[in-house]
């Protein structure tokens, strides 16, 4: 019962920290975050590619020109953020730093984010994706060094939550589009920005992990951003590989199963949202919440070093041939991202508890068994991000408050409902070494 009430009583202030935020949105500067929009949305409904691919859609649809230049000032205003950085720096910041203290309890870690790219080059942040709150942890992060815009999905496009977002630098994207002139339009809003003041993150998956591993890179953000990339040009491009881990990941019980459709309409979107609520009430029923979240920095990926390697122009390649080498490109991302991946005591915990194929085991061998785990993925160059001394018994009473560990008296074992999840986090590390099972 007290539980419950400390839940709704968090509810209660967040929902108030919320409302505060958007009244902090309209007395920081409405009006200029709109000027700044209308001004994107300007300059695309005067770009050359993007005036010609209004003139194809005329054509193809016997359409009157006015008509399709209608429409791209339309998706102009849908797609682009308007940023107001007295609301991204004392407002959204504070409140990205009051949510993960809430909930993670300090225990946040970043590495690699000292000297972020930026002055004379395009920079892509590029990112795994595992939970909803990857963006408020990489926001609060690096919240002193970067501000940062990311891709929204079409779930926060409308009032009162889209003003918001935007206002904090966010942009909107419809996800599978099959609208050339949209993907037009959208293509040339990136490749603009990125010449100017525009420090996209990419969730380069495509949505979040279904199984724990790292998912096939999608290309089409990529591609946008390379097919007219100069590599003889002043400006280079960065992409920067970031890799996030989370000991309790919220909507892990409502995520749907690989292969499985992605569910859709209010439904869905309300059983998540009952979903995280839950889990956050049980959250707050321990002194561990949600154990540990790491994010780690890899070394910037020039796009104009991997093309001259390759003696390649992005712009004078047919798009069959340039889609094989974003991807390949994409690839190499994916594979940084894997390497620099952050392991977390959860992640251990459940593989070792995998590993043992049902056997019960004891605190002590699991703590040894973990030991000697950590020496050898630090041996293979891994990043190990929690040190305190009880951690691996922190995890353990994480797992089993959630119901995915059975503990009699010393001994330990999978539940019977809590094999998958087990494997799932387990399986943000698998790729570091081996796990039986």
């Not at 994107?40 to 590619?49: G, H, I, T």
């Not at 950085?85 to 730093?97: E, I, M, N, S, T």
């Not at 992060?141 to 009162?160: C, N, Q, T, V």
């Amino acid at each position: 019962m007290v539980a419950k009430i400390s839940a709704f009583r968090w509810l209660v202030r967040a929902g108030a920290a919320l409302a505060a935020a958007f009244a902090g949105w309209i007395l920081l500067g409405r009006a200029r975050s709109a000027g700044g929009r209308h001004a994107v949305a300007e300059r695309l409904s005067r770009d050359q590619y993007v005036i010609e691919a209004a003139e194809r859609h005329s054509r193809e649809n016997g359409v009157p020109l006015a008509a399709s230049l209608g429409l791209v000032e339309g998706y102009a205003r849908e797609i682009s953020p308007a940023p107001d950085p007295r609301l991204y720096f004392k407002v959204g910041v504070p409140l990205a730093g009051l949510v993960v203290r809430f909930l993670y309890g300090g225990r946040l870690h970043c590495a690699g984010g000292e000297n972020l790219p930026g002055g004379e080059s395009g920079v892509i942040f590029v990112m795994n994706h595992r939970s909803n709150l990857d963006y408020v942890v990489l926001g609060h992060l690096i919240r002193d060094r970067k501000a940062l815009s990311f891709a929204s999905g079409e779930w926060a496009r409308f009032w009162p939550l889209g003003p918001l977002v935007r206002a904090m630098g966010s942009f909107f994207v419809r996800r599978g589009s099959g609208d050339e002139l949209y993907r037009r339009v959208l293509e040339r809003f990136v490749q603009t920005g990125l010449e100017r003041d525009f420090t996209p993150v990419v969730f380069v998956e495509g949505g979040l992990s279904r199984d724990g591993r790292l998912r096939e890179p999608k290309i089409g953000f990529l591609d946008y951003a390379l097919r007219r990339f100069d590599p003889a040009g002043d400006r280079d491009l960065l992409l920067v590989p970031v890799a996030i881990n989370h000991d309790w990941v919220l909507e892990d019980g409502s995520l749907p199963s690989p292969g499985a459709p992605n569910p859709s309409g209010v439904g869905s979107v309300l059983s998540t949202f009952l979903f995280i609520l839950r889990g956050l009430q049980l959250a707050r029923s321990g002194p561990e919440r949600l154990g540990h979240a790491a994010v780690e920095f890899g070394t910037p990926i020039s796009a104009r070093r991997w093309a001259t390697s390759r003696n390649i122009d992005f712009r004078n390649l047919e798009q069959p041939a340039r889609a094989g080498l974003v991807r390949e490109f994409a690839a190499d991302l994916m594979n940084t991202i894997g390497e620099i991946v952050p392991v977390l005591p959860v992640p251990v915990v459940a593989g070792l508890l995998i590993g043992a194929s049902g056997e019960a085991l004891a605190q002590g061998e699991i703590k040894a068994r973990s030991h000697s785990l950590v020496l050898e993925l630090e041996r293979r160059g891994a990043w190990i991000c929690f040190d305190e001394e009880d951690a691996v018994g922190a995890a353990l009473r994480l797992l089993v408050r959630r119901g995915l560990v059975i503990q009699d008296r010393d001994n330990y074992r999978p539940s019977p409902e809590g094999g998958k999840l087990l494997r799932f986090y387990a399986a943000s590390i698998s790729h570091l070494y081996s796990v039986d099972g």
